[in-house]
C-alpha cells in the first residue's frame, strides 16, 4: 500500500519537474530573445547565464543524490568528476580557438606557446572532433569512477572512509592541475573561449541555445535517476544504504550494485561540468578543490536526499541564496553557509522536499487508518520529532 | 724581628731585579726555538722595541718594503701584531707627521697607539696619512693574520682560524700549518690542519706523488662538499695514478653526501611527521571512540595557535618579563580554550547526529566555516605574528646535518603529548572508560560507563590536544585564519592510515606519512610527492581498510 502510494507521490513530483523544465526552456530564451530589450520583462543575457549555471549545479546535486540518497555513499569528491567533464569541453573549446590566439599559433593553445611547447601533447588529441570530445566528457570522469569505485567497493571501504577518500582524490587532482606541466594551463586553467560548434560562444542565441542543451541534460538525467531508482536494482541500492551487510548476505554483489551508480553519478557530473564551461566561460584547477565538492553535498541536503527533485530544488534555492547573499554581505557568507550546514543537518535532516513528503505520506497514513493506534506526531513539533529519531539511532 | 724583616725585603727587591735584567736575554733567546705549546703571548722590551722598529719604517716603505716587513712582524709574535696587521689591511693604520704609528679603533677614530696600545682619543688637530695598501698586500695581510690564529691559546679562534685556512688554501700558509700543526693538542683542529693541507697540496702539487695520494685520502675522509670541490680539480691532473684516485676518491664522498642527503631529509620527515603527529592525534582520538568524523578539528589547531597570538600579546602589555615563557604558559591556555570549544560543539551539534556519522561530517564542516570565519572577522585575515623565545630558535650542525632548533622542540614536543596521551588513556579511570566506550560502546553503557559524559569529555580532550598541536604550529606556520585547513585533510590520510583507536597507529601513520612526503620530494617534487603519497594512501586503504593498526574482533562493525 505505501509503496503504492510512494511511487504516486514520487509521480506527481515527476511531473512538477518535467513541468518546470519544460516552462523554463521555453520561457527564459522567449524573455531573452524575443521581448525587446526595452521591455520591462525582457530577461538579461547575464540572467540567463545565471540561470544556466544553477542547471549546471542543479544536474551535479543530482548525481550526488544518487550515490547518497538512494545507496549512502557520500562523496566529497564530486567536484572531481564535475571538473574533469569541464576540462573536456575545455579542452575542445581551446582547440577551436586555432589561430585566434594571443599568439595566433593554428594548433596550439596560448599557454602551451607561452611555456615553448612544439607539439600538442598527446593527451590533446581527437579533441577539435566535437563528438570525441562529448565522448570524453562522458568516459573520462566514468573511467576514473570506476577506476576508484571498483577498487573501493571491492575492499569494502564504506562510510566516513570512503568520504574521506573521495576527498583525498579530489585534493590530489587539484594539486596536479595546478601544475603547468600537466598541460592543463595551470593555475589559470582554460578560458578565452570563441565559439562552440561555429556559434560564438558570446552571442545571445548560443547563451539560450545552451541553456535549453542545459535543460535537457537536467531533464534527461532526472528521468535516467529515476529510472534506476524505479527499476528493482533501485530497491537493492535502498537496502544497500539501510543495510549493507544484510544485503550481501542475502546473495547480492552489494559492491556491483554500488560501482555501478557510482559510475552513471560520475558520468552525470561529468555532463553537468561540460555544460557549466561554455556558460561561464572558465574552468580551471579550483573546480577541484574539496570544499566545492561539499557544498555541493549541503544542496542535496537542504532540498532533501534520496528525493531527486529536492536535489534539483536545493541545487538552484542555495546558489539563488548564495547570488544573493555574497552580493548583498559577502563577508558574511561564509557565516550563513556554514550555519546552512549546521541547521540544515540539525533540523531539517529530511531537507525541503523530503519533509513536505513526510509529512504528506503521515497523512495519508492517517486517513488510511483512523482508528490505529500510530505514533502520532504533531506537525508543529518537528524538532522533537527529528531529536527523538536521532536517539533512537544513537541508542 | 724587625732588622730581620728588612733583610728579607732586600734580598727579594735583589732576587727582582736579576731576574728584571735577565728577562730581555731570555726571551730573545727563547724566540729562536719554537715554543712547545701554544703562545702564551710573553710581553717584553726587546720584542717591542723589535716590533717599533719593524712598524716605524712601514709608512714610508715601498710596497714591496712592506709585504716583507709584514712578514717580520708576524714573526715577532708580540701579541699587538695580529691588530696591528688586520687595521693595516683594513686601511686603518695610519702615520702622523713625526712617524708615530696609530690605528683608527673606527673610520674616524677614536684613535690608539699601534704598538702600546694607549688610548689617544680622537686626536683631533694632528694631520693622519694613512699607510697605503693595495690588493696583492691585502690579500698577504690577510693570510698572515689567519696564520697567526693558528697559534691562539684560545682553541676556539685556532678552530676557526684552521676552517678558514682550509677554505683560503694558500700555499703560503704551508709552513705555518706545519707549525701549527707539531704543537696543536686538540685532535679536531689537527684534522682539519692536516685537511687543509691536503688541499693546499692538491690545488698547488707541492710534493710528490705519495704525499699527494696521502693527500687524497685525507681529503676523502672528509667527506663533505668542499673536499669534493678541492677533489674536482684534479681531473685534469696528467698523472693517471692521481687521476684514478682524485676520481675513486669522488665517487666515495659523493655517496657519503647521498647518504647524508637521505638523512637530512629523514631529518625533515620526521619533524613533518611529527607535526602531523600533533594534527592528527586528537582527532585519531575523536574519531576512535565516537566514529565521528570531525571537520571542524583544524579549526581548533587555529584556535590554538590564535590562543599562543593572544596569550602573546597580554603577556606584552602586562608582563613583558615573561615572554620567553609565553609559550608554556600558552599550552594550558590552548588546551582550555580549543577543549572548551569542543565540549560546547559536542554538547550543541555532534550530540543530536550520533549514529549518523556522514551528517555529523556536514555539521561539523558547516562548522569549521562559521569558526573560520568568525576569526577572520575578529582577528583581521592577516598572519599574526607569533615570536620564538630564544631557546627556541637557531640551529646546530650535527655531522653534515643542519638542525634547526624548533624542529627539535616540536619532535620532542609530540612525543611528549603522545606519552602523556597514552599514559593517561593506560592509567587514569576515565582513559579506561574512553578505551572501553572505543571497544564496544554498548558492552560499556551495560556495565555502567556514562558514555555521553565519556563522548562529551573525550571530545573535549581531543578537540584540547589540538589547540596544544595549534600553539607548536604557530612555530613553524603562519597564524591565519586558514591554518587549520591545510592540515586537516594530511590529519585524516594520518588517521585513515593508521587505523582508529590505537595511537600508535596514529605515531606510525604520521612518521610514515612524513618521511615518505619529505624522501619524495627531491626526486618528484613537493607536489607530485604529496599526489604519489595520496595516491599510495587510496592504494593502501584497498588492503587494509581499516589502517595500518585496526581493532580486531568481533566488535568492530562490518
Known amino acids: 500500500m505505501i509503496f503504492h502510494r510512494l511511487k504516486h507521490i514520487s509521480w506527481d ?23 525587446p530589450e526595452g521591455s520591462a520583462f525582457h530577461l538579461s543575457t547575464y540572467m540567463v547565464t545565471l540561470l544556466g549555471k544553477y542547471m549546471c549545479y542543479a544536474l551535479l546535486a543530482l548525481a550526488l543524490d544518487l550515490v547518497w540518497g538512494y545507496c ?78 571498483y577498487l573501493a567497493f571491492r575492499s569494502r571501504v564504506t562510510g566516513v572512509y570512503f568520504s574521506i577518500i573521495t576527498q583525498a582524490l579530489t585534493f590530489a587532482l587539484l594539486l596536479a592541475f595546478f601544475r603547468n606541466d600537466m598541460g592543463f594551463g595551470g593555475n589559470n586553467g582554460l578560458t578565452d573561449f570563441k565559439d562552440i560548434l561555429g556559434f560564438d560562444i558570446q552571442s545571445d542565441a548560443t547563451r539560450s541555445g545552451l ?92 532540498g532533501g536526499r534520496g528525493t531527486l527533485a529536492g536535489a534539483i530544488l536545493g541545487g538552484v534555492l542555495v546558489n539563488i541564496f548564495k547570488t544573493w547573499f555574497t552580493g548583498a554581505l559577502p563577508e558574511f557568507w561564509l557565516f550563513a553557509l556554514g550555519a546552512l550546514f549546521v541547521l540544515v543537518t540539525l ?12 509529512y504528506r505520506e503521515k497523512h495519508l497514513e492517517k486517513k488510511a487508518s483512523e482508528d490505529n493506534a500510530f505514533d502520532e506526531i504533531a506537525p508543529e513539533q518537528p524538532h522533537d520529532e527529528a531529536q527523538e529519531e536521532l536517539e533512537r539511532a544513537g541508542a | 724581628m724587625k732588622p730581620m724583616r728588612a733583610t728579607i725585603r732586600s734580598v727579594l727587591t735583589a732576587i727582582a731585579l736579576c731576574l728584571a735584567l735577565a728577562t730581555p736575554l731570555h726571551t730573545s733567546a727563547a724566540q729562536e726555538t719554537v715554543p712547545d705549546g701554544p703562545t702564551t703571548a710573553p710581553t717584553s722590551a726587546a720584542e717591542t722595541h723589535d716590533l717599533a722598529g719593524l712598524v716605524s719604517r712601514l709608512p714610508k716603505a715601498s710596497y714591496n718594503e712592506k709585504s716583507e716587513l709584514a712578514g717580520a712582524i708576524a714573526e715577532t709574535g708580540n701579541p699587538r701584531v695580529e691588530l696591528i696587521l688586520s687595521s693595516f689591511s683594513a686601511g686603518r693604520l695610519q702615520a702622523t707627521k713625526e712617524g708615530r704609528v696609530v690605528i683608527a679603533l673606527k673610520d674616524d677614530g677614536p684613535y690608539e697607539d699601534a704598538l702600546t696600545g694607549d688610548k689617544l682619543g680622537m686626536m683631533e688637530g694632528i694631520r693622519l696619512k694613512k699607510v697605503r695598501v693595495n690588493n696583492r698586500l691585502r690579500g698577504e695581510l690577510h693570510g698572515l693574520v689567519a696564520r697567526l690564529a693558528l697559534s691562539s691559546p684560545d682553541a676556539s ?23 701549527a700543526l707539531s704543537r696543536e693538542t686538540e685532535s679536531d683542529i689537527a684534522e682539519t690542519l692536516r685537511q687543509a693541507r691536503a688541499a ?54 659523493k655517496r657519503t653526501l647521498e647518504y647524508w642527503d637521505v638523512a637530512q631529509n629523514v631529518y625533515y620527515g620526521l619533524s613533518l611527521g611529527s607535526v602531523l603527529l600533533l594534527a592528527a592525534i586528537g582527532l585519531a582520538i575523536t574519531f576512535g571512540v565516537m566514529g565521528v568524523i570531525n571537520m571542524a578539528h583544524g579549526e581548533m589547531i587555529m584556535l590554538g595557535a590564535y590562543t599562543t597570538y593572544v596569550v602573546q600579546q597580554v603577556l606584552l602589555a602586562v608582563a613583558p618579563s615573561l615572554m620567553s615563557v609565553s609559550l608554556i604558559i600558552s599550552i594550558p591556555a590552548a588546551f582550555i580554550v580549543a577543549g572548551g570549544a569542543g565540549i560546547l560543539i559536542e554538547r550543541t551539534i555532534i550530540r543530536f547526529l550520533y549514529g549518523r556519522p556522514l551528517e555529523t561530517l556536514l555539521a561539523t564542516w558547516g562548522l569549521s566555516l562559521i569558526l573560520q570565519q568568525a576569526v577572520r ?9 607569533v615570536v620564538a623565545p630564544d631557546w627556541m630558535s637557531g640551529a646546530f650542525q650535527l655531522g653534515q646535518l643542519t638542525i634547526t632548533s624548533s624542529r627539535i622542540w616540536i619532535i620532542v614536543f609530540s612525543m611528549i ?94 612518521m610514515t606519512l612524513g618521511v615518505a612526503n619529505k624522501l619524495l620530494e627531491p626526486f618528484a617534487g613537493a607536489v607530485v610527492g604529496k599526489i604519489v603519497v595520496l595516491i599510495f594512501i587510496i592504494l593502501f586503504i584497498q588492503r587494509r581498510p581499516r589502517g595500518l593498526f585496526a581493532l580486531k574482533g568481533r566488535f568492530v562493525d562490518a
Open chain 1, 211 to 302: 541553456f535549453i542543451v542545459t535543460i535537457a541534460a537536467l531533464a534527461a538525467g532526472f528521468a535516467i535517476c529515476r529510472a534506476i531508482v524505479g527499476s528493482k536494482l533501485g530497491k537493492v541500492l535502498l537496502a544497500v544504504r539501510d543495510a549493507e551487510s544484510r544485503t550481501r548476505f542475502l546473495g547480492y554483489r552489494t559492491d556491483r550494485y554500488k560501482l555501478f551508480v557510482w559510475v552513471v553519478s560520475a558520468c552525470l557530473a561529468g555532463v553537468a561540468g561540460a555544460l557549466y564551461v561554455p556558460q561561464v566561460g572558465i574552468i580551471n584547477p579550483s573546480e577541484f578543490a574539496p570544499a566545492n565538492s561539499i557544498e555541493a553535498v549541503v544542496w542535496v541536503a537542504v
Open chain 2, 377 to 385: 572577522t575578529i582577528f583581521g585575515p592577516t598572519n599574526k605574528p
Open chain 2, 200 to 253: 693546499i697540496i692538491l690545488k698547488n702539487g707541492v710534493v710528490d706523488e705519495e704525499g699527494q695520494l696521502a693527500a687524497i685520502e685525507t681529503l676523502r675522509d672528509r667527506g663533505d662538499l668542499e673536499a669534493l670541490n678541492a677533489l674536482l680539480g684534479l681531473d685534469k691532473s696528467d698523472n693517471l695514478v692521481l687521476r684514478e684516485s682524485a676520481a675513486s676518491a669522488v665517487r666515495s664522498i
Open chain 2, 157 to 179: 679562534i685556532r678552530r676557526h682560524a684552521a676552517r678558514e685556512t682550509f677554505d683560503a688554501a694558500d700555499p703560503d700558509s704551508l709552513p705555518s700549518i706545519e707549525k
Open chain 1, 72 to 149: 549512502g555513499i557520500l562523496s566529497l569528491g564530486h567536484g572531481a568528476f564535475f571538473a574533469l567533464g569541464g576540462y573536456a569541453m575545455g579542452m575542445y573549446l581551446m582547440r577551436m580557438i586555432g589561430p585566434r590566439g594571443v599568439y595566433g599559433d593554428p594548433v596550439l593553445p596560448d599557454f602551451m606557446v607561452f611555456l615553448n611547447w612544439k607539439e600538442l601533447p598527446w593527451y590533446w588529441l581527437g579533441f577539435d572532433i566535437f563528438p570525441f570530445a562529448m565522448l570524453m566528457v562522458v568516459l573520462v570522469p566514468g573511467i576514473l569512477a570506476f577506476a576508484f569505485g
Open chain 2, 417 to 510: 603529548v603522545l606519552a602523556v596521551l597514552m599514559a593517561f588513556l593506560k592509567y587514569t579511570h576515565f582513559g579506561t572508560q574512553t578505551r572501553a566506550v572505543t571497544q564496544n560502546r554498548k558492552m560499556a553503557a551495560s556495565m555502567g560507563v556514562r558514555t555521553n559524559l565519556v563522548d562529551a569529555l573525550t571530545f573535549g580532550l581531543g578537540s584540547g590536544v589540538a589547540g596544544i598541536a595549534g600553539v607548536a604550529l604557530s612555530q613553524i606556520d603562519n597564524v591565519s585564519p586558514n591554518l587549520g585547513q591545510s592540515y586537516i585533510i594530511d590529519s585524516f590520510m594520518v588517521v585513515v592510515f593508521g587505523g582508529v583507536g590505537n595511537l600508535w597507529g596514529t605515531l606510525v601513520g604520521a
Open chain 1, 347 to 358: 533540523l531539517l535532516p529530511r531537507g525541503i522536499i523530503g519533509t513536505a513528503l513526510h
Open chain 1, 13 to 35: 513530483l515527476a511531473l512538477g519537474v518535467y513541468v518546470t523544465l519544460l516552462v523554463l526552456a521555453i520561457a527564459v530564451p522567449f524573455f531573452n530573445l524575443v521581448v
